[in-house]
């Protein structure tokens, strides 16, 4: 089994590019990179910081033969991109690397400060010389995890068929705490949490299935949509189109809640509709090739009527 | 020198929101440890050992600013329109717990939005909300990794845009008034006399800028590649500009509802958009992300100091931080340079 390096340096023989990640020399944490040629491939890295879901760049890259570095569940995302025909699998090499869980940077970056050291022993951090426990500094959206290794591959680079650690079986403690709310308090939870927004649209910037971004109906000026002022209200309205626009498209990457620099919990809307498609649907966004987003085919004489 | 200990700063609080609102860093509950600018009240926990993520622009360019309102009628006696400015009256605002970098980057503003009448467009929101905002800075000791505040002279110690300055020192801060506000509130019975020695303060990282004001609108203009290579991870997202103390790109819109009644206002935007440039005949001359980065870098370090005099950027580094790939700007602006 080759590593990252010699996967990639292989890959480059049939592509144009490679989509993966290198260290960043202030950081020491993970950063993602275009790789060109072998000697760049040199400075590959896949580690617990590769936290980027890289098939964001996928739509703006249809014309290059691209590899691209995919944990499982980016590669969900790269799936759900093929079907919606904002990649071309004939184009693309997938290197499929196995993840148990990624440490959600930013969240000790913002507790201990900007590039304090950090390592990760599997058990346990070593964030600045402080032994922390692991558990609080993994990405939400590694509780729960459906994927450690990816589905979809043409390569494999290191190791996979690891299992995912113990204690991110079970969704977010934040879901649990967010289903035992009625709805009265669901609707305080989120003008609350939206009265933090600025309207940056870096959750739509981030995700790799927002790709309308430029022409997107959050600020489209004819017809007005949703209102300019930035405020609870227009936040949460603009915010409900883009997760009913993801509805049996959302692959659950968790980039737009990773890129918001106000910290809302995003996820906890797509991840209810997520489960509610799935039920109703049967559809998981990015499980499978040969699967059609319900509400790309939804026909509603068949689907609904046709049942009775 | 005047001193308060860690455990009183809630009285200086209190006193300070007899004048006004008083805006401070805190951790907002279920916001993953974003820090950020909001009022304070009492019994909320002041955070000043963190960085806030979002900067305090808003106190100055509020992210939503009504202009002005109006109100439409149309019957058989003719049409009437009415419209009736924003009122800008408000009193006093305190910041407090800004960092040096923070307090700059008003002064920064100031060469754009707050000229002296007679030289240019008077913004009459923003004279008057800078007017009335009170800044009470805390100096850094210590830096983090993002931090480059050090590429301007006086770094850590530039007093511009404060009115009062807290050093860190024993349990507790020493305090230096820069302005007579802030000797105002050296009169507070709050103080102690203390003979504690200021602390030594951060210095953070250093670029070399000079030069860059001529490149950046001469050889590294055209150079679209250079642009392109740097700018490849970039998704073009609007964290950088969003969280950016300086950046202060707006949109213009009316809003009315079905009355008639309506208001002018101006919102926050970002130059990393697609939309921000594109013209009504479908024409955008930024139509990719290495094309509006470079404007965006161009107008902070070149395009800005050329026609208002300071750089646009103060060196806090919240665009390092957050940014979603890990795009850092000094790369950029040391890549520049070598160029």
């Known amino acids: 089994m080759n590593g990252i390096v010699d996967t ?6 049939e592509t144009d590019l490679v989509l993966g990640w290198t260290t960043d020399p202030v950081t020491g944490m993970a950063t993602p990179a275009r790789f060109h040629d072998g000697k760049e491939a040199e400075q590959a890295v896949f580690d617990s910081t590769c936290v980027h879901n890289l098939a964001v760049h996928l739509p703006r890259l249809k014309d290059s033969r691209v590899g691209i570095v995919a944990k499982g569940c980016d590669a969900r995302s790269v799936v759900e991109l093929i079907i919606e025909h904002e990649a071309r699998r004939e184009q693309l090499t997938v290197i499929g690397v196995g993840c148990g869980s990624l440490l959600d940077v930013k969240k000790i970056w913002r507790r201990y400060g900007y590039g304090v050291a950090i390592e990760d022993r599997g058990d346990s951090l070593l964030i600045g010389g402080e032994q922390v426990s692991r558990g609080e500094f993994v990405q ?38 967010f289903a035992s709310l009625t709805p009265v308090e669901r609707r305080a939870f989120w003008r609350e949490q939206f009265s933090r927004c600025i309207r940056c649209y870096a959750c739509r910037e981030a995700c790799p299935m927002c790709f309308c971004r430029d022409v997107c109906i959050m600020q489209t000026q004819v017809p007005r949509w949703a209102g300019g002022a930035v405020d609870a209200k227009q936040s949460e309205m603009i915010q409900l189109i883009r ?27 797509l991840d209810e509709q997520n489960r509610a498609i799935e039920e109703m649907f049967a559809y998981s966004a990015g499980a499978s090739l040969k699967a059609r987003p319900p509400m790309l085919v939804f026909d509603v004489n068949k689907d609904i009527w046709g049942k009775g | 020198m005047k001193f308060i200990a860690s455990d009183r700063i809630d009285g200086l609080l209190e006193r300070l929101e007899e004048r006004g609102p008083v805006w401070a860093p805190r951790e907002p509950e279920g916001a993953a440890g974003t820090v950020l600018f909001a009022p304070w009240r009492p019994g909320i926990v002041v955070e000043l050992d963190r960085f806030t993520t979002l900067s305090a622009k808003g106190l100055v360019l509020p992210a939503t600013e009504k202009l002005l309102s109006f109100s439409y009628s149309l019957t058989a006696e003719g049409e009437t329109l009415d419209i009736t ?20 980057a008003f002064t920064v503003l100031d060469a754009l939005f707050g000229l002296p009448p007679g030289e240019s467009y008077q913004d009459p929101g923003y004279r008057s909300r800078r007017r009335d905002l009170l800044v009470i800075t805390l100096a850094c000791t210590a830096g983090d990794a993002a931090c480059f505040c050090s590429s301007w002279k006086e770094g850590t110690a530039s007093t511009q845009g404060s009115d009062l300055i807290l050093y860190p020192a024993g349990e507790g801060y020493l305090a230096r008034s820069v302005s007579p506000r ?9 103080w102690e006399d203390s003979d504690l020695e200021p602390p030594e303060l951060a210095v953070t990282d250093r670029l070399p800028l000079e030069g860059l004001e001529t490149k950046l609108t001469g050889s590294l203009f055209s150079d679209l590649d250079f642009w392109r290579e740097l700018t490849a991870k970039c998704v073009s997202c609007g964290y950088c500009t969003y969280t950016c103390p300086t950046c202060y790109c707006f949109d213009m819109y009316d809003e009315m509802n079905s009355s008639r009644e309506g208001r002018r206002c101006r919102s926050w935007d970002a130059c990393m958009f697609y939309l921000y440039t594109l013209e009504t005949s479908g024409h955008n001359p930024r139509p990719t992300i290495a094309h509006r980065y470079r404007n965006r870098i161009g107008h ?4 800005y100091p050329a026609n ?12 390092i931080r957050g ?5 850092d700007i000094r790369d950029v602006l040391r890549a520049a340079g070598e160029r």
Not at chain 1, 8 to 13: A, E, Q, R, S, T
Not at chain 1, 243 to 269: D, K, Q, S, Y
């Open chain 1, 8 to 13: 990639i340096k292989d890959v480059l023989k």
């Open chain 1, 140 to 177: 939400r959206k590694c509780h729960g995890c459906l994927e450690a290794d990816p589905d979809i591959y043409d390569v494999i680079a290191g190791e996979v068929g690891g299992e995912i650690p113990a204690d991110m079986a079970q969704s977010h403690p934040l879901y649990g705490m």
């Open chain 1, 243 to 269: 997760v009913n626009h993801l509805a049996g498209r959302c692959t659950g990457c968790g980039e737009c809640e990773r890129a918001c620099p106000v910290g809302i919990p995003l996820m906890l809307l």
């Open chain 2, 85 to 104: 400015g924003a009122d800008q009256e408000r009193g006093e605002t305190v910041l407090f717990g800004a960092r040096a970098c923070d307090a700059r």
């Open chain 2, 182 to 190: 802030g000797e105002e509130l050296l009169a507070l019975d709050v």
């Open chain 2, 300 to 303: 902070k370090f070149s395009y």
């Open chain 2, 308 to 319: 208002q005099g300071p750089i646009l950027c103060t060196g806090c580094g919240r665009c």
């Open chain 2, 323 to 327: 940014c979603p790939v890990g795009l």
